[in-house]
Every structure is written in C-alpha cells, then in structure tokens.
C-alpha cells in the first residue's frame, strides 16, 4: 500500500516553512497532499484559486505532490481518500501543544490516521502565513518569507 500524507493549511500564502516541511517530507512518503481546506467561517486574504496556483507552480517540478481543496472535517478527508498520514510542521512548543491536541482529536475520530510532525528548519521557524498576511498588509517586502511563485500584483 502506498504511504500517502495529507498536508492541510490554508496556505495564505504558502510560506518558505511550508514549502521546507514539505519538501523534507517528500523521502518519507510515496505521495503528499497539499490540501487547502476551505472554512467558511474565515476571511482569507488571498482567493483559493490563486492559492492553488501558487502551491501548483512551486512544486510543478514534483510528481509525488498533488493540491486539491476540501471542505469539512480533515480526519474525514483523509479518510474517504485512502490516507494514512496528516504531515504537520512544527516551529515552536505553541505549536506542538496545538497540533498535539488537534492530532489526539483526529486520531480519536480515524483510529488508523497517525499524524507525523516534521520541525521547521530554524532559518525558517519564525515565519507564519499571519506574520506574511500582515507585511503584505503593511506594504512590507513579502518576497523573502514566500516561495518565488508568490507575486503580489
């Protein structure tokens, strides 16, 4: 059976943190899901087709990554696909303390769904979507935190 991960955001934008865990990720596993959740209860800075667009066009150059949207419950998704993996990247302890009880939750719903945690390479620990969202906001240079392919017009 192939080993498949699920890598959920909302990837608002794709950062360079992102992009490392996933790309660190990718001996790991036989296929990785970037998934972008859609929440209706959030505003999002960037539309989802310009956020697959982007994700898209950074790993253009890799077969195992696909990027497809869901809806819902991410334990759900991941099993109506077949996925044994959620792939969650760690910066800080705030983030394994979240993350830990987020992947307690999933695993109570999906008893055969494991969630694996990569750390951030430390050059990039202290980049967050919210910390990009609010230099673009801010007229900020956005370029150094995000992957080439995200371009503000």
Do not use: C
């Amino acid at each position: 059976m192939a080993k498949i991960a699920l890598f959920p955001g909302s990837f608002d934008p794709i950062t360079l943190g992102h992009r490392d865990i996933i790309e660190r990720a990718l001996p790991l596993f036989d296929e990785i899901l970037i998934a972008i959740g859609e929440n209706s209860d959030k505003t999002y800075l960037f539309d989802l087709d310009q956020r697959v667009a982007w994700i898209k066009e950074v790993f253009a150059h890799e077969p195992k990554i696909r990027v497809v949207t869901y809806q819902g419950l991410t334990a759900a998704f991941a099993k109506e696909n077949n996925i044994q993996f959620l792939l969650r990247g760690l910066r800080n302890p705030s983030d394994f303390e979240f993350e830990k009880s987020i992947a307690q939750a999933n695993r109570q719903m999906e008893s055969d769904l494991e969630t694996v945690f990569l750390l951030t390479s430390a050059r990039y620990s202290y980049i967050s979507s919210s910390i990009v969202r609010e230099v673009i906001r801010h007229g900020g240079d956005y370029k150094v935190f995000v992957p080439d392919s995200v371009r503000i017009a």
